[in-house]
């Protein structure tokens, strides 16, 4: 039996897409050969990385005024990455949960960094609204879903210099106008694909805008010139992540995947709310639709509620190892009926405990 996978990361991925890519592994589109063991260089990988990053571009609505690259080293690599290339003097920073940190930790090394807001005061627990971006900083950079809080924003704030975002957790989730955006990053992992893959969308004016010299696998310039094989790219994750992306445009993009996830979100929200068993932990208007975060409202039941989610089937809840608690990670290929399953153990076990 597939077990409901509300894993927050690597993440649950279409049934469809894994048998593709099991396909692929042994037989990649009648070849002769597996795709695990076939050069970069071949026509039909090009033809694969041509796909998904044209299928980035669609799904996003972007032109040709972007480039996508799928690079390596995950999300954390592009915490340091971008200010390496764009960090001359000073960048704006939102500090609104750990990865936000790490990027403000690395960020640091190349510069200084205006924290022109934080949720730290609470345990971000919530998003920081007022603030401004200031004008004379070069980029400003931002966390849009804190996986690990269960907080998200999905309306994203004006800007006069170049907008930088760590989409990782709910890239695809929703529709927003990305031509706002100079660069996005995701690493693959969560709506994408497999680890091994960190996607980046990049303004092609940037790329000549680089301002240190630098180690050749830490340059955007590079990577984008070489199309994202300057070395040897993660091919199968690369392939697994157009698989999906193909997934999610022929059941019709973003729009579809947006109606899915707040329909989830519903449900398990409503839910949350009304149970007297749980609690959850951030701000109803900063709520994640990827991430939701609770707790019991009396922790000593936390065994006995874990041990009904293994018999129903229902995997991957426990909260991060830094805040503790429970974790719904309701990613896009993630089914309503696993909600279902999940709401109805919750209702469940308020029967046997209220
Ligand atoms: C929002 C966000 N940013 C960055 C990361 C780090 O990604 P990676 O492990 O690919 O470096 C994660 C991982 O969960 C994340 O959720």
């Known amino acids: 039996m597939k077990l409901h996978n509300f894993s927050a990361g690597p993440g649950i991925l279409p049934k469809e897409v894994l048998e593709k890519a099991a396909q692929a592994c042994l037989d990649f589109n009648g070849s002769g050969l597996s795709i695990l063991e076939v050069s970069h260089r071949g026509k039909n990988i090009i033809e694969v990385f041509d796909k998904a990053s044209a299928l980035v571009k669609k799904l996003l609505k972007l032109d040709d005024s972007y480039d996508v690259l799928f690079l390596q080293g995950g999300a954390s690599t592009q915490f340091a990455m971008v200010p390496a290339n764009f960090l001359g003097k000073k960048a704006a920073y939102l500090n609104t949960g750990v990865w936000a940190k790490k990027a403000i930790k690395e960020a640091r090394l190349y510069g200084e960094v205006d924290v022109i807001a934080s949720s730290e005061d609470k345990n971000f627990s919530y998003l920081p609204k007022t603030f401004d971006v200031p004008s004379n900083v070069d980029y400003f950079h931002f966390t849009s879903n804190n996986t690990i809080y269960g907080t998200q924003m999905r309306n994203f704030p004006e800007a006069s210099v170049p907008l930088m975002c760590d989409m990782s957790s709910d890239i695809f989730s929703h529709e927003f106008d990305a031509s706002k955006f100079s660069l996005i990053y995701a690493g ?43 070395n040897t790219p993660p091919v199968f994750a690369v392939y697994v992540s157009m698989l ?9 993009g973003v729009a579809w995947a947006e109606k899915r996830n707040q329909a989830k979100a519903d449900l398990f929200y409503s839910e949350l709310d009304r149970n007297s068993q749980f609690v959850g932990t951030v701000d109803k208007a900063d709520r994640s639709f990827m991430n ?24 991957g809840m426990n909260g991060h190892r830094s805040v503790g608690g429970f974790r719904a990670s309701m990613y896009n290929a993630l089914d309503i009926t696993s909600v279902e399953a999940l709401v109805d153990v919750m209702q469940n076990f308020e029967k046997l405990n209220a």
């Open 244 to 252: 999906t992306l193909e997934w999610l445009d022929n059941n019709g």
């Open 292 to 315: 939701a975060n609770f707790i019991m409202s009396d922790s000593s039941k936390e065994e006995a509620f874990k041990q009904m989610l293994k018999e129903a089937g229902i995997s």
């Open 188 to 230: 693959a992992q969560k709506n994408m694909g497999p680890a091994g893959s960190t996607m980046v969308i990049i303004k092609k004016e940037l790329l000549d805008k680089q301002v240190r010299t630098l180690p050749s696998m830490q340059s955007y310039k590079i990577h984008a010139d070489a199309e994202s094989m300057f």
